[in-house]
Nanobody
Framework: QVQLVESGGGLVQAGGSLRLSCAATGDTFSKYAVGWFRQAPGKEREFVAAITWLGDDTYYRDSVKGRFTISRDNAKNTAYLQMNSLRPEDTAAYYC???????????????????WGRGTQVTVSS
């Protein structure tokens, strides 16, 4: 399994942007599909976005479509989440998840089967 480390979170005003990174070590990164999830205090973890092994297909939850973009650079063993037009409701801890099975990284119920990072906090002020 890969080990994952997220970075890039912070405090931003509504309408601003952040780019999160998910750096992987320990195995061949291109074997893994990658997903981003988030969890706000008192709320369930939710799926945000996912990308296939070579980056040729992406998936998003409806509320972030057109604002967030997931990408990856397998040469750098890193996946990214570009977040634009941020809203206060995007405030959460963001986690990346990786698994060889795409279905794991797109499902909140199956994601525990994947590798997780420790998360990075995103706070959007109104």
């Amino acid at each position: 399994q890969v080990q994952l480390v997220e970075s890039g979170g912070g405090l931003v005003q509504a309408g601003g942007s952040l780019r999160l990174s998910c750096a992987a070590t320990g195995d061949t990164f291109s074997k893994y599909a990658v997903g981003w999830f988030r969890q706000a205090p008192g709320k369930e973890r939710e799926f945000v976005a996912a990308i296939t092994w070579l980056g040729d297909d992406t998936y998003y939850r409806d509320s972030v479509k057109g604002r967030f973009t997931i990408s990856r650079d397998n040469a750098k063993n890193t996946a990214y989440l570009q977040m634009n037009s941020l809203r206060p409701e995007d405030t959460a801890a963001y986690y990346c998840n990786a698994h060889t099975d795409l279905l794991v990284v797109v499902s909140t119920t199956r994601a525990d089967a994947g590798s997780w990072g420790r998360g990075t906090q995103v706070t959007v002020s109104s």
